[in-house]
């Protein structure tokens, strides 16, 4: 700990350099000393590393007082500042105190009580100094966390009408992530002017581990899809690259479709996850039929499977994650499927950014008042036919 005296007494500084020798030798304390607050101020710019000023509060050129009132300007929660007058200057000592001084010692000086008065110091000052550090590792970790959103919304399609001179198709995603960053990811894009390319994935974990881990499996599924496979084959190369690598024991679950535009023919795979809606124009809604196949990344060499379903214009298919379902409400209540599909009905004739934009305010008005656990993820798809 560096601790300043700050006296015009001559003697004061060889009188703390003796009682405290041991202490100087051994590196536990480090003194720097000024004649008056002046002084001290300058002391203070070339050791910016004081944590404690020991000061006199009658002095020349600047008092102990002023000195006070100059350190408190400086709004450094960890110095700290013990007066050290006479006892007979009480009145000075309680103006001392009330202006923000930790503590005070009389003189003539008792060092035994002055070293305890230093300890009890340096035990306040290593609290403060440690909370400082801990609020500056906290805003650091927030700044990279933002950072971190942000990158991961800008791997994201976010441009939406994302092909405004297509009329035979709309298209509308969001994602919501419980934490900063999280797992769940969607995309979609033209393999060629007939074949559309979309995917809803859900990530096993939460928070940084799964938005890397969400990064990579976005990356693989769309560079194998843009290749021309067929769902079943490019599910089944990103699971052999996601298992290989996979150190963390983590998976995703995947649902991976591709719409003829001229025909309303989805051919699809799904990998684990939740079975999408088809919401008819009629207003009927049915669930897509699982392929039976498991998630990427937990066993090589794994087989996929594919299914078929037919749009007609106007047709709509809805993709979700978990958290839509499994949103919970105070009284630890799902949302459910039941009542999502329920509640998709109303959206027959809506566009694909009013369903989602819907279905949030319900799962919004449901939850109430509850934290969301889990990163809520949809996509929208609807056909119009040519």
């Known amino acids: 700990m560096k601790i300043m005296s700050v006296d015009d007494e001559p003697d004061m500084e060889l009188l703390i350099r003796q009682k405290f020798r041991k202490k100087i030798k051994s590196g536990e304390y480090e003194f720097v000393f000024a004649e008056n607050g002046l002084e001290a101020l300058t002391k203070l710019i070339e050791h910016p590393d004081i944590g404690i000023i020991l000061t006199d509060i009658n002095m020349p050129e600047m008092d102990g007082l002023?000195?006070?009132?100059?350190?408190?300007?400086?709004?450094?929660?960890?110095?700290?500042?013990?007066i050290v007058s006479?006892?007979?200057?009480?009145?000075?000592?309680?103006?001392?105190?009330?202006?923000?001084?930790?503590d005070f010692a009389t003189k003539p000086i008792d060092f035994e009580d002055l070293e305890i008065t230093i300890k009890k110091t340096i035990e306040q000052v290593g609290i403060l100094q440690k909370a400082e550090k801990d609020s500056k590792q906290l805003s650091a970790i927030r700044h990279d966390l933002k950072i971190a959103k942000e990158i991961q919304q800008s791997i994201l399609p976010k441009k939406f009408p994302p092909f405004p001179n297509r009329k035979d198709f709309e298209i509308y995603a969001s994602m919501n992530s419980a934490k900063s960053v999280?797992?769940?990811f969607y995309d979609f894009f033209l393999i060629n002017d007939e074949m559309l390319g979309f995917v809803i994935a859900d990530v096993s974990d939460k928070g940084i581990p799964a938005a890397i881990y969400m990064a990579v499996s976005r990356t693989i599924i769309r560079a194998a899809a843009l290749t021309g496979l067929s769902p079943d084959k490019c599910m089944e190369y990103s699971n052999d690259l996601l298992s290989k690598e996979n150190i963390s024991d983590m998976f995703v679950t995947v649902f991976y479709g591709i719409l003829n535009t001229k025909t309303g023919e989805i051919i699809y795979s799904n990998a684990g996850h939740n079975p999408p809606c088809i919401l008819k124009k009629d207003?009927?809604?049915?669930?897509?039929?699982?392929?039976?196949?498991?998630?990427l990344g937990i066993m090589e060499d794994a087989k996929f499977k594919t299914k078929n379903i037919s749009l007609k214009?106007?047709?709509?298919?809805?993709?979700?994650?978990?958290?839509?379902?499994?949103?919970?409400?105070?009284?630890?209540?799902?949302?459910?499927?039941?009542?999502?599909?329920?509640?998709?009905?109303?959206?027959?004739?809506?566009?694909?950014?009013?369903?989602?934009?819907?279905?949030?305010?319900s799962v919004e008005e449901f939850?109430?008042?509850a934290e969301q656990s889990d990163d809520i993820t949809m996509l929208t798809l609807k056909y119009n036919g040519n």
Do not use: C, W
């Open 182 to 184: 999280g797992g769940d």
């Open 66 to 82: 002023t000195l006070l009132t100059k350190i408190n300007e400086l709004k450094n929660p960890t110095l700290k500042t013990v």
């Open 283 to 295: 207003g009927t809604v049915v669930e897509t039929e699982l392929t039976h196949d498991i998630v």
């Open 86 to 102: 006479a006892y007979g200057d009480m009145e000075n000592i309680r103006t001392a105190m009330n202006r923000g001084a930790f």
């Open 313 to 361: 214009p106007g047709d709509t298919i809805y993709l979700y994650t978990d958290g839509v379902t499994e949103a919970m409400n105070k009284k630890n209540e799902l949302y459910s499927e039941k009542r999502l599909e329920k509640e998709l009905i109303q959206y027959k004739d809506s566009s694909p950014q009013e369903i989602i934009n819907g279905i949030i305010s």
């Open 367 to 369: 939850t109430k008042g």
